[in-house]
């Protein structure tokens, strides 16, 4: 067993977990935040994207030992005081889900992108999702609401 | 997709990893576990412990001295792909490392984990044996010729630990790869490089391990563009052969690739003066 630390959504969490523990499974199981998907078992899907310091990760190829000391946002930390972030108010918007197991992956990956690069143009919104599938929508609308996200958010900026 | 069982330990200096390589059995080491971790879940690797480095301040730098750029092993991909100093210096390898996976394996990999690892179809390895790099551990100094001896393998030993790669800045330099459209590693990446030590020509993704193509480094000294090598055909025997692409595929891409890679290289502007 090892003690990890970690502050999700901001509040912070202390445990003893089996050192095997997928950072998933400590966020779904131990917290019970299961907006944070399994989609594959090969690192490749991004259902399973949450920020880690910021930054996009796949938590389903990371130990919670690992991230221990780190912060931590989950989809169910986009939204502030019941508003939706301009991210998820977007994909609402522009129809960029269907069955939405992928949404959470793609709405954090998508915050992430438009922090790193605010003026996303199309081919640049489709090769940041190389992470990212979709069985669903085709990408389209995806796309669309991400553009519209970016352009929201550097106007309110 | 659970691993096996195993314990963790993070130590703070490269002692202390030292230390507990030394001393913990069957013990392997952590960085991004990019390679390590997807292996583990589908339980092809049961390390007894893993000593993750990537913590590790001292294994964390991107520093220039003279001719040449020296990455810190713990040094993770993004990291490279925004250095404004690697842009500039060798700009074929930024570019490299900007298109290896996605944005969050971006955000974990490490260049020690990519080059110890020596994937077949990792992209680091191409650069690391055209630039003509030098690899450091906490033992010795490794010449890129003498480290890639096999399909993931090295010349590393079980209890050394990949300290930092020094890359040699190119008079000029170009990569292109095509990738696997489904998992982004090279189906084949060809990485040529006008060197003070000569024109260097790396393939990786085609065979089990990178290679060099010496009648393309002959053909290229003589003149350096993409004519030059067009009409060298590499052989397909002991090619790669899966259900992504033949050998013969494989061998026709790497002669595609390598135009390619040259003409990226006369447009480059980096350099030691770049
Ligand atoms: C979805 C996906 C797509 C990817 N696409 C690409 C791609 O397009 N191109 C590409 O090149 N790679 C790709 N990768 C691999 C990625 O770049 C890995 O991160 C990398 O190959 C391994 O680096 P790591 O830091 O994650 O190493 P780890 O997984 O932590 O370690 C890998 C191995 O190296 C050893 N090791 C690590 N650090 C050291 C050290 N300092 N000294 C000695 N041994 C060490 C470990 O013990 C282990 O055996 C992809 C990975 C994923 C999951
Ligand atoms: S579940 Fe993490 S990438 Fe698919
Ligand atoms: S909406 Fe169903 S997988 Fe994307």
């Known amino acids: 067993m090892t003690g990890v630390r970690l502050t999700v959504n ?16 400590f966020i779904r199981e131990n917290l019970r935040l299961t907006g944070t998907h399994i989609g594959c078992d090969t690192s490749q899907c991004g259902a399973c994207v949450v920020l880690l310091d910021g930054r996009a990760v796949k938590s389903c190829t990371m130990f919670a030992a690992q991230a221990s000391g780190s912060e931590i946002v989950t989809i169910e930390g986009v939204a502030k005081d019941g508003q939706l972030h301009p991210v998820q108010e977007a994909f ?21 992108m438009i922090r790193r690069k605010p003026q996303l143009d199309r081919q640049t919104i489709r090769e940041e999702l190389e992470g990212n599938l979709c069985r669903c929508t085709g990408y389209h609308n995806i796309v669309n609401a991400i553009e519209a996200a970016a352009r929201t958010m550097a106007e309110a900026a | 997709m659970i691993p096996y069982p195993f314990t963790y330990h993070r130590p703070n200096s490269l002692a202390e990893a030292e230390a507990l390589l030394a001393r913990l059995p069957d ?17 092809l690797a049961s390390p007894a412990a893993l000593i993750d480095i990537s913590r590790i301040a001292d294994l964390s730098f991107i520093r220039r001295a003279g001719d040449t750029i020296s990455i810190g092993a ?11 100093m690697v842009h500039k210096a060798i700009a074929a390898l930024a570019s490299l490392v900007e298109e290896i996976g996605d944005p969050a394996v971006r955000h974990m990999g490490t260049v020690g984990g990519s080059v110890a690892n020596n994937d077949p179809a990792a992209d680091y390895p191409a650069a690391v044996l055209a630039l003509g790099a030098t690899i ?53 990446g060809v990485f040529v490089a006008e060197t003070a030590g000569g024109v260097r020509v790396a393939i990786t993704g085609a065979a089990p391990c990178v290679f060099r193509s010496s009648e ?40 595609v690739l390598a135009k390619r890679a040259v003409a990226v290289a006369l447009r480059s502007s980096g350099g030691p003066h770049g």
């Open chain 2, 27 to 43: 013990a392997k080491l952590l960085a991004g576990g990019h390679s390590l971790i997807p292996a583990m879940k589908l339980r």
């Open chain 1, 10 to 25: 901001g509040s912070t969490h202390e445990a003893d977990v089996e050192d095997r523990t997928l950072l998933v499974h």
């Open chain 1, 92 to 112: 609402r918007e522009h129809h960029g889900l269907q069955c939405g197991f992928c949404t959470p992956g793609m709405i954090l990956t998508a915050i992430d």
């Open chain 2, 136 to 188: 450091r551990t906490n033992q010795r100094s490794i010449s890129a010729d003498d480290f890639f001896t096999g399909m993931f393998s090295t010349a590393l030993e079980d209890t050394e630990i990949l300290t930092a790669v020094d890359f040699p800045i190119p008079k000029r330099a170009g990569y292109v790869k095509f990738a696997n459209p489904a998992s982004r590693y090279a189906m084949v």
């Open chain 2, 74 to 84: 713990a040094v993770r991909h993004f990291e490279v792909a925004d250095s404004e």
């Open chain 2, 216 to 255: 393309m480094e002959t053909a290229l000294a003589q003149s350096f563009a993409p004519d030059a090598v067009a009409s060298i055909a590499i052989r397909p025997e002991g090619m790669n052969s899966d259900i992504h692409g033949s050998a013969e595929y494989r061998a026709h891409l790497v002669t």
